[in-house]
């Protein structure tokens, strides 16, 4: 066997943690103005995950993953991306219900924000 800067050495994994291969659609959401993703996750682990996005996207920075048929929802940082395949780092995991009660409180407020149109004649009580 040589041995120098010819020989041929296995490809080692550094992760601390195994990877499980999967197929689970997902939607990433990201940017300022909460832009969406369809993809698949195809590879998960205890802290990260592989994704193929389901179309070109330049995907940076803080996003959420939400991850079906399960509905959770994970807050992750980008750290790689090459063409339409994404690497992130999972931080932290949302409850979602928590999530949806804080919008439809936002969407409520505004509603209340928002004047009200009252017909000619109509003076109220």
Known sequence: MKTGSNSVQPDLDRRSAGRER??????????PWGEGVDGVVRDL?????RLRLGSRSNVSGRIKLEIQPS??????????QRGD???????ATLDQTVERQI???RL??????RPTLRPKGDEGY
């Open 103 to 105: 919008e439809a409180l």
């Open 108 to 113: 409520a407020g505004a509603q209340m924000r």
């Open 22 to 31: 999967c197929v689970l659609r997902c939607r990433i959401t990201h940017g």
């Open 85 to 91: 395949e994404v690497g992130v780092r999972l931080i």
């Open 45 to 49: 682990h205890e802290g990260g995950a």
């Open 71 to 80: 509905g959770s929802l994970h807050a992750a940082d980008v750290v790689w």
